[in-house]
């Protein structure tokens, strides 16, 4: 199994434009979730899905949209870059199941300049 | 709602000292508690999980019991390596009152281990 894979590794993008992080698992997880990681101030849970098909809001979604069209994919839209949004971006995954651990993807370092 | 507390670092030790990191937690149900490591430009990973009251997790020398009478779950290794250097974050996963169906896990701000050879 690959686990939680995400693309691409390192993003640069100038104010205004849009991109795509893809997210996908190979686990058969019902639960993924999308963080950002900034300096000092730990995880922020962004957008989570709890199946296909089924999105919510996190902690900090603001320009940012999700969907959720297979088990296995996640992607994270950012629909209007900004230089707040420059962070390192973490999708996660996890089974049903309260006890279960979530599994990390390796991040996507996004700087906009 | 749900919060976890962590002792705010930069933590700094000498190899073979003895670590340990505070965690207490707030919920409203019985939380599981996890203890995920994150190495220099990796993502997390888990190191260890409690799932009930008095329950131990240990994994890779480092222990932490889960203490419902405090709400704590302090992580703690009696001899650490430069190889430890690390984040370290503190979670809890609260099933609340939705019948086990909550899904997301709230972390503490995380704290920064270096361990100096």
């Known amino acids: 199994n690959a686990g939680v894979t995400q693309t691409p590794k390192f993003q640069v993008l100038k104010t205004g434009q849009s991109m795509t992080l893809q997210c996908a698992q190979d686990m058969n997880h019902e639960y993924m979730s999308w963080y950002r990681q900034d300096p000092g101030m730990g995880l922020r849970l962004i957008h989570y899905?709890?199946?296909?098909?089924?999105?919510d809001q996190g902690e900090v979604p603001n320009g940012y949209n999700v969907s959720r069209s297979t088990t296995e994919d996640f992607p994270l839209r950012l629909l209007s870059a900004a230089p707040s949004q420059t962070s390192v971006y973490f999708c996660a995954s996890r089974g049903t199941s309260v006890y279960n651990e979530q599994f990390f993807g390796p991040g996507t370092r996004l700087t906009v300049l | 709602g749900n919060s976890v507390t962590q002792m705010e670092g930069p933590v700094t030790l000498s190899e073979e000292a003895f670590l340990t990191i505070n965690c207490t937690y707030t919920a409203t149900g019985y939380p599981s508690l996890f203890w995920y490591v994150q190495y220099p430009g990796e993502g997390l990973q888990l190191l260890l999980k409690?799932?009930?009251?008095?329950d131990k997790g240990s994994n890779k020398g480092f222990e932490a019991t889960y203490r419902k009478e405090t709400t704590s779950f302090h992580l703690e290794k009696g001899s650490v390596q430069v190889s430890d250097s690390a984040v370290y974050f503190c979670a809890l996963s609260d099933p609340g009152n939705s019948g086990g169906s909550n899904y997301k896990l709230t972390f503490g701000k995380g704290t920064l281990l270096t361990v100096n050879p």
């Open positions: 899905s709890v199946g296909a098909g089924i999105t």
């Open positions: 409690a799932t009930k009251a008095d």
